[in-house]
């Protein structure tokens, strides 16, 4: 029988530890998925590994990876202010969606500018559409009690039909398109590319300011000290003065005005227009969940986390096209791994303990 | 019978269609819920149940072709498909559902995991592999299956009527055994079950297992009964359900009148194209968000007063659990 036993002493070395086993357990799920998927697993594991050096140039498929490390660690390391604080945020989705319409909308109020001089002010109103749209789950959740995991959800739906809606009717651009859009931005206006041919554009430096300054914020300010309280114990919260409902409102707003940053800068750097939600939506927001989970709710650890995942999302489409695997390997292994870290952080508190099973005695036994 | 008549009857049976799987998996759910579990993966409990009944349903429904044993030989014949037939894709369904829930309770009951991050882990699970297994399966882009008439009691599907005698059955047992007041006290209050001498993680894994089965049966009546199996075919249904339990306050007659409620008004919604066919397409995409919102609505009414919430929702809910050692 094996029972959890609460250990004496937890240092950095017994949650090292814990980490390390989870890679292995999610190296070896990774490997067995790419075993039943594929024809050739010997070569479709060693693909995955070293895509970036398949191709003719390593800088096209490592900016592909950097971009996705980008937009996730900054969705995660948002989320993570609310689930610090047990605040269910797992609308993202729909704050990344109603950041791309406010950037847009900004575009449209400031008379479609030519400039590139416009572009603050129009990620700042994709940064108000995120926060705006998730500060109704918090609303909701402050004054009538309900349950912002749900509403926050159901307004990812909304939000998603929201944008297809702008696309078909009043935003309508090109009617010869594929796919309905809206007309595009200036070239002018877009986020100029680092490094030609690659997807690094300077947009995603704005990405990184952002995550390093909540970083620091979280790190070494007063106000993460108490969502670290909020999180370990809420009582102390309270005694220590903190409002909860004010953690909410707090929580909600860093979060989707983050995931609205990532919206805006997609939309701009990224599509540079509008396009119905099907289209346009890659499940960031879904992502990042998982992410802010595989980090530890810790900004290094999201940030490590976000790059181990968007590697292995790249790489699975990279295997995908060259080996005919399809791409749901990548979700397979990024559960496997949320599971694998979920489980062995019990490891860091408690330890595993074998003892013999005690067999219940049916009343006295007859000792011959 | 006038046009309207058979309009209403139409869109009854709709509704009907909609509100099963809605039921089925807010039951499972309830009965989880009430041994003070929060499990958020019904979602993909219900499109691994979905995926596994249609893949039996389909290999029960034609004999396919046997040419790696004798080649040359290929024969595609359409057998009738019958009751039994049904039960069984029916329990492959739920055996798919229940194992998917088994991950589930091993990680949070086993392992003391974060109910709501294995939970939201178990939905992305649930819809990688049933798009992995289902692309593999019927290939990137097959065409439709279409799975033979199911069969019908009394005009309805088997299913309809098993869903609806299972809202006395599960009442029953939650409130008049003794095995429901075990499952209650867990969820009202771990600590002091345990100190009881019941084996709170036990119970709560066997209630998990059972809220699986029931979200693998309601998975497979939508592709059995309703529509075809597609990726993501359940449409955030499973989240559906989980807002039902708040809407019906954890009681198993108001689940049932919510939801037919929310078929209802589903139905309605999906009608509106014959009643209004002169509308535009943008303001039917606007209209498709309706049933989110009026979750949220709900959601708002049945909140805002806490005291039914506090009455009636299991005390120790989505609490981890840590016995003294």
Redesign the interface.
């Known amino acids: 029988m094996i029972t959890l036993e609460r250990r004496a002493n937890v240092t950095h070395w017994t949650s090292l530890r814990s980490i390390g086993i989870a890679l292995i357990i999610t190296m070896l799920v990774s490997v067995l998925v790419l075993f039943i998927m594929s024809d050739q697993p010997a070569q479709a594991i060693w693909q995955m590994l070293t895509f970036p050096w398949q191709g003719r140039r390593m800088e096209v498929q490592l900016g592909l990876v950097l971009q996705q490390t980008a937009y996730l660690a900054t969705i995660a390391i948002g989320l993570s202010v609310g689930f610090r604080a047990n605040v269910w945020n797992i609308g993202a989705e729909g704050q990344f969606a109603l950041g791309s319409i406010g950037a847009y909308t900004g575009y449209l109020l400031l008379g479609s500018p030519e400039t590139l001089w416009a572009l603050p002010a129009i990620l700042a109103a994709g940064m108000i559409g995120g926060c705006l749209w998730a500060l109704i789950p918090a609303a909701l959740r402050v004054t009538c009690n309900t349950n912002e995991l749900l509403t926050s959800l159901m307004l990812v739906y909304i939000g998603g039909h929201l944008l297809t809606y702008l696309c078909i009717g009043p935003w309508k651009g090109d009617p010869k398109a594929g796919q309905a859009e809206t007309y595009p931005l200036p070239d002018s206006l877009r986020p100029a590319t680092l490094i030609s041919g690659t997807e690094l554009h300077a947009g995603l430096f704005i990405l990184l300011v952002a995550f390093i300054i909540l970083a620091a914020i979280l790190l070494f300010t007063l106000l993460g000290y108490r969502l670290r309280v909020a999180q370990h114990t809420p009582r102390a919260e309270r005694f220590a003065g903190f409002s909860p409902n004010n953690t909410v409102w707090m929580s909600f707003a860093i979060s989707g005005a983050m995931a609205g940053l990532a919206g805006a800068v997609y939309m701009t750097a990224e599509t540079g227009k509008l396009i119905q939600a099907e289209n346009y939506l890659e499940n960031f927001g879904f992502a990042a969940i998982v992410i802010a989970f595989l980090g530890r709710l810790n900004p290094i650890g999201i940030l490590l986390a976000a790059f181990m995942i968007s590697y292995v999302n790249v790489g699975a489409s990279y295997i995908q096209a060259a080996l005919r695997v399809d791409d749901s390997v990548a979700d397979l292994i990024e559960v496997a791994a949320l599971f694998s870290f979920l489980g062995t952080a019990t490891l860091d508190q408690y330890q595993l303990k074998f003892t013999r099973t005690l067999r219940k005695s049916r009343g006295p036994e007859v000792l011959s | 019978m006038s046009v309207d008549s058979i309009f209403l009857l139409k869109l009854l049976t709709a509704a009907i269609l909609l509100a099963t799987p809605l039921l089925l998996a807010a039951l499972g759910e309830l009965v989880v819920e009430k041994s003070g579990v929060l499990n958020?993966g019904v979602e993909g409990m219900m499109l691994i149940g979905a995926l596994f009944g249609y893949i039996a349903a389909y290999n029960l429904q034609t004999i396919t072709c046997l040419e790696e044993l004798v080649p040359g030989f290929c024969q595609k014949e359409e057998r009738v498909f019958t009751f039994a037939d049904y039960i069984i894709a029916l329990l492959a369904a739920a055996t798919a559902g229940a194992l998917l829930a088994a991950?589930f309770g091993f990680?949070t009951q086993g392992?003391?995991?974060?109910h709501?991050?294995?939970g939201?882990?178990l939905s992305?699970?649930g819809?990688?592999?049933s798009?992995?297994l289902g692309?593999?399966f019927f290939g990137?882009n097959y065409t439709s299956v279409q799975v033979a008439d199911h069969p019908e009691v009394f005009g309805k599907d088997a299913l309809v009527w098993f869903s609806l005698a299972a809202v006395p059955t599960i009442w029953y047992v939650l409130q008049r055994t003794r095995l429901g007041l075990v499952i209650r006290a867990v969820g009202e209050n771990h600590d002091s079950a345990y100190a009881l001498g019941y084996r709170v993680s036990r119970i709560r894994f066997y209630c998990i297992l059972f809220g699986g089965a029931m979200a693998g049966l309601a998975g497979a009546f939508i592709v059995l009964v309703h529509v075809d199996w597609k990726e993501g075919v359940t449409v955030?249904k499973g989240?559906l359900a989980?807002?039902l339990i708040?809407f019906g306050t954890w009681r198993p007659m108001r689940v049932l009148c919510g939801a037919y409620i929310f078929g209802l008004l589903w139905a309605s919604e999906l009608r509106l194209d014959n009643l209004f066919p002169a509308w535009?397409?943008?303001w039917k995409?606007?209209l498709?968000?309706a049933p989110?919102?009026l979750?949220?609505i709900v959601?708002?009414l049945i909140?805002?007063n806490?005291r039914m919430?506090r009455q009636n929702a299991p005390a120790s809910l989505g609490k981890p659990f840590?016995p003294p050692?």
């Open positions: 958020l991950v990680l392992l003391r995991a974060n709501v991050a294995v939201l882990g992305i699970l819809a990688g592999l798009n992995s692309s593999n990137v955030g989240w989980l807002a708040l535009q397409l943008e995409t606007l498709t968000t989110y919102l979750t949220i959601l708002v909140s805002r806490p919430i840590n050692s």
